[in-house]
């Protein structure tokens, strides 16, 4: 049982259980999920590899659920979305090859600079996001420049994705914020999947543990899918600066200590 959960103590597997669910809400609105169930993950004592991969999971879950609910209320059209899935899933797999051969310490003060500067324009922003708008960017090229950019970035470090996710779609293809938020979730799933892909073949998934926290994460992505598609883009905008608040806080933390 040890080598398909990490764990046996009944109250951990509940308290892991719990972050998973919690993560898939907040995921599902905003991003950020990886924020709580990453550190549960490695607090329990599991090694950092293991960790990553069982995350990834029970990450696939979540993404994989809220894109669905997305999908059905319309806020996915497969003719806009498709290029993000083939361009992500190349970013994604050459980042996570590459995570072996270069540091990411040189990125520890870069991220939390660009998001810093994200926080700053929502705060001032209000209306950030709330209508749609024409595009800046040809659709094709864009996925191009952004899918293979973040998937890398995904694949080799990843916090904050989601984010800068959303404040690309928003600001270069014109969406507004919830429609941004439900095509996250492709560039999202699609990285998760890929990542797995190769965790998989590493022999690093702890599978009953990863399936547990994945009905989890797909139970918080469902209820919040949901808040996001009946409370709208004002709620969503201060869900976000929250979840800006809390990844820039947790990078900088990371990059002091």
């Given at each position: 049982?040890?080598?398909?959960?990490?764990?046996?103590?009944?109250?951990i597997l509940a308290l892991l259980a719990a972050a998973a669910l919690g993560a898939g809400l907040m995921d599902s609105i905003a991003g950020g999920g990886g924020l709580i169930t990453v550190p549960a993950l490695l607090a329990?004592?599991?090694?950092?590899?293991?960790?990553?991969?069982?995350?990834?999971?029970?990450?696939?879950?979540?993404?994989?659920?809220?894109?669905?609910?997305?999908?059905?209320?319309?806020?996915?059209?497969?003719?806009?979305?498709?290029?993000?899935?083939?361009?992500?899933?190349?970013?994604?797999?050459?980042?996570?090859?590459?995570?072996?051969?270069?540091?990411?310490?040189?990125?520890?003060?870069?991220?939390?600079?660009?998001?810093?500067?994200?926080?700053?324009?929502?705060?001032?922003?209000?209306?950030?996001?709330?209508?749609?708008?024409?595009?800046?960017?040809?659709?094709?090229?864009?996925?191009?420049?952004?899918?293979?950019?973040?998937?890398?970035?995904?694949?080799?470090?990843?916090?904050?994705?989601?984010?800068?996710?959303?404040?690309?779609?928003?600001?270069?293809?014109?969406?507004?914020?919830?429609?941004?938020?439900?095509?996250?979730?492709?560039?999202?799933?699609?990285?998760?999947?890929?990542?797995?892909?190769?965790?998989?073949?590493?022999?690093?998934?702890?599978?009953?543990?990863?399936?547990?926290?994945?009905?989890?994460?797909?139970?918080?992505?469902?209820?919040?899918?949901?808040?996001?598609?009946?409370?709208?883009?004002?709620?969503?905008?201060?869900?976000?600066?929250?979840?800006?608040?809390?990844?820039?806080?947790?990078?900088?933390?990371?990059?002091?200590?």
């Open positions: 049982m040890h080598a398909w959960f990490g764990v046996t103590d009944p109250v329990v004592g599991l090694p950092p590899a293991p960790a990553l991969a069982t995350n990834k999971l029970q990450a696939s879950f979540g993404s994989g659920m809220a894109l669905y609910r997305y999908a059905q209320a319309g806020q996915v059209p497969p003719q806009e979305v498709a290029p993000a899935v083939g361009f992500t899933a190349v970013g994604a797999v050459a980042g996570t090859l590459t995570v072996r051969l270069l540091p990411a310490a040189w990125l520890g003060w870069l991220i939390p600079g660009i998001l810093t500067v994200i926080f700053v324009y929502l705060l001032v922003k209000p209306n950030w996001g709330q209508e749609s708008r024409a595009a800046r960017w040809p659709l094709v090229p864009f996925y191009a420049v952004f899918g293979l950019a973040l998937g890398f970035y995904d694949g080799f470090l990843g916090p904050g994705t989601g984010t800068f996710w959303t404040v690309a779609l928003i600001g270069l293809l014109g969406h507004g914020l919830v429609r941004a938020t439900a095509q996250t979730k492709v560039a999202n799933f699609t990285s998760n999947l890929v990542s797995l892909g190769v965790f998989v073949v590493l022999g690093q998934v702890l599978w009953g543990l990863g399936l547990l926290m994945g009905v989890c994460q797909a139970l918080g992505a469902r209820w919040g899918s949901k808040v996001v598609l009946t409370r709208g883009s004002r709620f969503i905008r201060w869900v976000f600066l929250v979840v800006v608040a809390a990844t820039l806080g947790k990078l900088l933390w990371t990059a002091l200590t």
